[in-house]
């Protein structure tokens, strides 16, 4: 196989601070709101994808996490002739079968949002095999909302827009990571084996129920992008904790809102929420906020000098029967040290409601890698199969 003619990329995944849910259109994807999110440093979590097109291959095909899947996905159908529309390669290349191979490091369809990760990866990807240079995020979008977002790092506006089509509805960087180096993440994987309503189902039915998602367009959301974007532009922690929380909690009041109700947070999600309140006030200052996206796992936002005092102060309250080291994954960190300093928390929580807790920051958008990194061999075929 010719080397221009497979490419291997890495994507993020991004976590919103404004929350898009809700689509005036289905089809295109286009959302009822403009939405902010941070996006997440791919060295703890992400997508990685190969893509190789080829004369020899007989059929379209396509392996996530080392199983084949259907290509008959109407939304991986949709990226893949949008970006052909705008290809820049020969046509007899546009006719030549396509192999996609896929890989995230983290759970899939779990809540963490590896569909943002996935079709960005995928549409990056694409976006290099057949050399599409312009905004790919409208095209990523119609993979998955989300997936518009991770097409850039740091902090990310995802705009409505106004035309039917959908044009306007793409993503730009607001700041890039470098403007808030200090901002940290921590993402506690809440114990839970209930299947979830997908986000897809779930918005749907809000749109279609609740009274209260309307009142949250017309009068709310635009006040939150606001004071969102004057928080990232001045790095002010206090103005970003709160609006980031009150949201998350907005968010969750129009699900409750949804008939019937589509419910994402669970009994330890809520204590996450009160230990966070209880956390600030006992420090005096926001110190830490919380969001929680279409399931009870938290993602928390907060700045590295208050990284070692909170970790310590999570084992505490949220107790593992395991070992530490285990427990807490991402960026490597000691949190034995005896001489940091906690704010007193009274709570105490049963151990094991947190599966694990990811460690991580804000981080860059999608990147290419050598070939070295190719999830398929030389006939177009996965190195790995699960
Ligand atoms: N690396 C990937 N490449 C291509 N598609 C992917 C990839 N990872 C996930 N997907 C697609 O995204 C789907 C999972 O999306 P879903 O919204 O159910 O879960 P999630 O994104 O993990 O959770 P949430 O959106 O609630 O945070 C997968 O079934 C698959 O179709
Ligand atoms: C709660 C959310 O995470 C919803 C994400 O929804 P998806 O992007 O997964 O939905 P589809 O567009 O239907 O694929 C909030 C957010 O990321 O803004």
Known sequence: MSENFVVTATAPVNIATI????KKDEKLIIPVNDSISATLSSDYMCAKTTIAISPNFEKDQIWLNGIEESIENPRLLNCIRNIKNKAKIGTDKLKWKIHICSENNFPTAAGLASSSAGYACLVYALSHIYNVKENISDIARQGSGSACRSIYGGFVQWYTGIKNDGSDSIALQLAPASHWPEMRVIILVVNDKQKKTSSTIGMQRTVETSKLLHYRVKYCVQGHIDKMIQAIKNKN??????????DSNQFHAVCLDTYPPAIYMNDTSHAIASFVHEYNAAANSYKVAYTFDAGPNACLFTLEKNVPALLYTITKVFPTSGSVKDYITGIPINIENKSINAPEINISM???????????????????????ESLLNREGLPLRLA
């Not at 929350?19 to 809700?22: H, I, P």
């Not at 049963?350 to 070295?372: A, F, N």
């Open 19 to 22: 929350k898009y849910w809700g």
């Open 237 to 246: 922690f206090d103005l970003f904790a709160e609006i980031t929380m009150r």
């Open 350 to 372: 049963q151990s094991d409601l947190l599966k694990y807790v990811i460690y991580t920051k804000v981080g860059e958008g999608p990147t290419l890698l050598p070939d070295t």
